[in-house]
């Protein structure tokens, strides 16, 4: 069976109603299979598609031609539409590359259907779709047009499987400290005995699986003195002290980058301290349970593999120089 559209170029109507649907389906904000499904032939078919048909509405060109220039002109043509956006206040983002490809899709798609219409019947571009296998077609022909078939719709599946199947990107956690005004220029630095100080702890989990967290906070009293015999700087640790054990679980938290960074945890963490000197507060972040600590111990002994950067056993680490006077 033969089809054949002579009336109508409905392939241009079909691309307008497929970027309409793009179009209402990012701006709703719509995730997931349907809008990877539109989105893909919208951003690398449908402009050159439109830009072909209203260069060429005859069949001056054959149609795999017309595939070839399709794709490449798409992807020309979104690339200069980002190029052009970067030098304009609104940037390279979805939203404006949108638009832009929406009005570009209609005025194209407007041009390319009047070209269509004043072309001769007898010379327009039509799609034809043919659905049987033509009566004096050899059997060789017949199996070599199957397996294209097979082949064809395998490697669409193969490619709808790579592009729905999540993609495991980097692991990590994000531990970071801000100060009481959730800014990084105002730390407590120098305090007096006895006077409370805050600080906000943070935690974003980007691990795909949930994590229980476990974060210790310990006091370092510590010196750097030369050894004349190794000929470097070494860390003396004059005392160390527990100061808090905070658990948190958290699960995994998707990186979105239209969205900017994004806040999971944070803890508000006041403390003061009851002696004079300059302390190193340390903050280590642990993916499992710790043992626990007495507050009023002193643990120098193990500094070393608790705050020292070479031995810790901490998968995140974060401090504070702070100075306290009487």
Same mark, same amino acid.
């Given at each position: 069976?033969?089809?054949?559209?002579?009336?109508?170029?409905?392939?241009?109507?079909?691309?307008?109603?497929?970027?309409?649907?793009?179009?209402?389906?990012?701006? &709703? %904000?719509?995730?997931? =299979?349907?809008?990877?499904? @539109? /989105? *893909?032939?919208?951003?690398?078919? #449908?402009?050159? $598609? +439109?830009?072909?048909?209203?260069?060429?509405?005859?069949?001056?060109?054959?149609?795999?031609?017309?595939?070839?220039?399709?794709?490449?002109?798409?992807?020309?043509?979104?690339?200069?539409?980002?190029?052009?956006?970067?030098?304009?206040?609104?940037?390279?983002?979805?939203?404006?590359?949108?638009?832009?490809?929406?009005?570009?899709?209609?005025?194209?798609?407007?041009?390319?259907?009047?070209?269509?219409?004043?072309?001769?019947?007898?010379?327009?571009?039509?799609?034809?779709?043919?659905?049987?296998?033509?009566?004096?077609?050899?059997? &060789? %022909?017949?199996?070599? =047009?199957?397996?294209?078939? @097979? /082949? *064809?719709?395998?490697?669409?599946? #193969?490619?709808? $499987? +790579?592009?729905?199947?999540?993609?495991?990107?980097?692991?990590?956690?994000?531990?970071?400290?801000?100060?009481?005004?959730?800014?990084?220029?105002?730390?407590?630095?120098?305090?007096?005995?006895?006077?409370?100080?805050?600080?906000?702890?943070?935690?974003?989990?980007?691990?795909?699986?949930?994590?229980?967290?476990?974060?210790?906070?310990?006091?370092?009293?510590?010196?750097?003195?030369?050894?004349?015999?190794?000929?470097?700087?070494?860390?003396?640790?004059?005392?160390?002290?527990?100061?808090?054990?905070?658990?948190?679980?958290?699960?995994?938290?998707?990186?979105?980058?239209?969205?900017?960074?994004?806040?999971?945890?944070?803890?508000?963490?006041?403390?003061?301290?009851?002696?004079?000197?300059?302390?190193?507060?340390?903050?280590?972040?642990?993916?499992?349970?710790?043992?626990?600590?007495?507050?009023?111990?002193?643990?120098?002994?193990?500094?070393?593999?608790?705050?020292?950067?070479?031995?810790?056993?901490?998968?995140?680490?974060?401090?504070?120089?702070?100075?306290?006077?009487?």
């Amino acid at each position: 069976m033969l089809i054949k559209f002579e009336k109508y170029p409905i392939t241009i109507f079909f691309c307008l109603i497929w970027s309409i649907l793009g179009f209402l389906l990012i701006l &709703l %904000n719509i995730d997931g =299979t349907p809008r990877i499904i @539109i /989105s *893909i032939p919208l951003t690398i078919y #449908i402009p050159g $598609y +439109v830009t072909i048909y209203a260069l060429f509405p005859n069949n001056s060109i054959s149609k795999m031609e017309r595939i070839t220039l399709n794709v490449g002109i798409s992807l020309a043509i979104v690339t200069l539409i980002g190029l052009l956006l970067n030098f304009t206040t609104w940037g390279i983002r979805l939203v404006p590359i949108l638009n832009c490809l929406e009005i570009f899709i209609f005025s194209v798609g407007s041009i390319a259907i009047l070209r269509w219409i004043r072309t001769p019947l007898e010379k327009r571009y039509n799609l034809t779709i043919n659905i049987t296998f033509p009566k004096n077609e050899s059997k &060789l %022909n017949k199996t070599l =047009t199957m397996l294209l078939a @097979i /082949s *064809i719709i395998t490697v669409t599946c #193969i490619l709808l $499987y +790579v592009i729905l199947t999540p993609k495991m990107e980097e692991k990590f956690t994000e531990f970071y400290l801000l100060d009481s005004n959730n800014r990084t220029d105002d730390y407590p630095t120098h305090l007096t005995i006895g006077e409370n100080a805050s600080v906000i702890i943070g935690i974003v989990n980007h691990e795909y699986k949930t994590i229980n967290y476990t974060i210790e906070v310990w006091l370092s009293n510590q010196t750097t003195e030369y050894n004349y015999t190794s000929e470097k700087n070494e860390t003396v640790y004059n005392n160390l002290w527990f100061m808090d054990k905070i658990n948190v679980t958290l699960d995994h938290k998707t990186i979105d980058i239209e969205k900017g960074q994004l806040l999971q945890w944070e803890y508000n963490y006041t403390f003061n301290f009851t002696k004079k000197g300059n302390f190193k507060l340390v903050f280590l972040l642990y993916t499992s349970p710790t043992i626990d600590y007495f507050k009023i111990q002193d643990y120098k002994m193990i500094a070393n593999q608790k705050i020292d950067n070479e031995f810790t056993t901490a998968y995140r680490t974060t401090y504070l120089w702070i100075n306290v006077n009487s």
